[in-house]
Nanobody, 120 residues
């Protein structure tokens, strides 16, 4: 069984910073991509940042230059450093990973979500 466990959400003032972490655990053979999505009530879940096993990264236009995704392959962990936070960054942030579990094939996994609130 594979789990993604997120941490690091919270409340911060505009212009502040937060760092999200997501650790994958369980019977894992390999991990390809890992990334972050966010969702607000009544809206679809949107990709924020994503990193592939080869090192390529993708960012939503709205977070470019402010957010940085990084990954520690030894720990099966992905991070999202969020700087210069804005009101519109308020959302539930979800971790996502494409994982080859043992003994199953590749599957898409999601974390439980962590709330990020930007308010003054």
């Amino acid at each position: 069984q594979v789990q993604l466990v997120e941490s690091g959400g919270g409340q911060v003032q505009p212009g502040g910073s937060l760092r999200l972490s997501c650790a994958a655990s369980g019977s894992i053979r390999s991990i390809n991509g890992m990334g972050w999505y966010r969702q607000t009530p009544g809206s679809q879940r949107d990709q924020v940042a994503y990193t592939f096993s080869g090192g390529r990264t993708l960012y939503a236009d709205s977070v470019k230059g402010r957010f940085t995704i990084s990954r520690d392959n030894a720990k099966n962990t992905v991070y999202l450093q969020m700087n210069s936070l804005k009101f519109e960054d308020t959302a539930v942030y979800y971790c996502n990973a494409m994982i080859e579990a043992i003994p199953n094939n590749w599957s898409d996994y999601w974390g439980q979500g962590t709330q990020v609130t930007v308010s003054s």
